[in-house]
């Protein structure tokens, strides 16, 4: 394959934290299937064709480009929904195609009317609302308007939803500010009732909320990083263990990234491996260079710090990662030669390792570096 390494999808992990979710979420709540960034990496094109077959039916998208790709590959006419970006001048395609999106300023509602009523079919709109993360969702003072377009345009808007989003639910920290947005989420929801203007769902919930706050699935979740078999933080799975009696991480990784060792090569005591000074070799070492460095979404950062599997074994990165390139010490492993397996993320052997088990590493880093995995690594749907 032409290609210096590979990007494994593996369909009965995905089922399994799935089936995982649908139990702890209950049959009620709907499980959307948070799939922007590439779909965390894992590309849209590989992944979501597998997860329809997991039976799911709903799928979140950031932007319409996402949007069109999900339309594209699907084939049970899922339900797909625009949380993000889209341009007013696409919104007349997002309707004729029943794609749904987020409203979360009067600019885009009143462009939601207007190409309604120019093709003559309802938007399927989301009213997103300000409960505290300050980044979008209309004000409660701007509600009163929303309330106002939303009756006197009842044929051109359906009010498929009302949701909003939590700033940090992943992190105990958070935890006044998240009670508050659910608080005030509720008053929200509440007062559109009270007007007599009903959304058809609610939903506020991504996987930590979900998670943590049972409160906030309401109608329906939108999961992203759990379904890929990650935890949001370190927090939220010890918390989800703490209460289990069995204490194994329940959740599979879908991905497995794979490559071979390239070369391997003996280095005396008192030499630098790679550029520059960053590593001294304190003795006699065996290291392996693998053909993959941050130009392939390995990031830089975990230069004398990550870790890969080889021969079921972890061993660390030393040096810096290079562009196409990394060094890794293999002394424990004397066998280790020229095309050997090497595992970047997923499993080999007993052994699982996810970027959060670099241990000083948060796993705020598991969304950047999936989500930076180049397109061009070949994917490949394994059982
Ligand atoms: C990314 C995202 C989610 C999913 O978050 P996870 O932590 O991956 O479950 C849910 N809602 C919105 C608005 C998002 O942007």
């Not at 959307?32 to 894992?42: D, E, L, P, T, W």
């Amino acid at each position: 394959m032409f290609s210096s390494s590979v990007i494994e999808i593996s369909k009965s992990a995905l089922q399994k934290n799935l089936t995982l979710l649908r139990k702890i979420l209950g049959k009620k709540v709907i499980i959307s299937s948070v799939i922007k960034g590439n779909a965390y990496g894992h590309n849209i094109e590989a992944f979501v064709p597998i997860a329809e077959d997991c039976g799911q039916e709903h799928f979140s998208v950031y932007s319409a480009d996402e949007a069109l790709r999900v339309k594209s590959i699907s084939s049970n006419g899922p339900s797909i929904m625009i949380m993000g970006a889209i341009d007013n001048d696409e919104i007349e395609w997002a309707i004729e195609n029943d794609i749904e999106f987020f409203v979360f300023d009067f600019d885009r509602l009143d462009a939601a009317i207007k190409h309604s009523k120019k093709i003559k079919k309802p938007a399927k709109v989301h009213i997103e609302v300000e409960t505290g993360m300050n980044r979008t969702g209309f004000d409660q003072d701007e509600l009163e308007l929303v309330l106002e377009k939303l009756k006197h345009n009842y044929e051109a808007l359906s009010f498929e939803g009302l949701c909003t989003h939590y700033a940090g639910a992943e992190s105990i920290a958070n935890y006044l500010r998240v009670k508050d947005q659910i608080k005030n989420f509720s008053k929200t929801y509440k007062w559109f009732h009270a007007q007599g203007i009903v959304p058809k769902i609610c939903h506020t919930a991504c996987s930590a909320a979900a998670i943590r706050y049972p409160k906030t699935r309401m109608n329906m979740a939108r999961i992203g990083i759990m379904q890929y078999g990650f935890w949001p933080s370190d927090e939220t799975l010890i918390n989800f263990l703490s209460k289990k009696e069995d204490k194994t991480d329940p959740l599979d990784r879908v991905i497995t990234w794979k490559t071979k060792v390239m070369d391997t090569k003996e280095v005396s005591t008192g030499e630098f491996i790679g550029y520059g000074t960053t590593y001294l070799a304190h003795k006699k070492l065996k290291i392996a260079t693998i053909p993959v460095g941050y130009a392939h979404g390995f990031s830089r950062s975990l230069s004398n710090t990550g870790r890969v599997l080889i021969h079921g074994k972890r061993v660390g990165v030393v040096g810096i990662v290079n562009m196409n390139l990394m060094t890794v010490d293999v002394t424990d492993i004397p066998e280790t030669k020229k095309g050997d397996e090497v595992v970047l993320i997923g499993h080999q052997g007993d052994l699982s390792l996810s970027v959060a088990s670099f241990s000083e590493l948060s796993n705020q880093l598991n969304y950047e570096l999936l989500t930076r995995l180049p397109n061009n690594i070949p994917r490949v749907i394994t059982n």
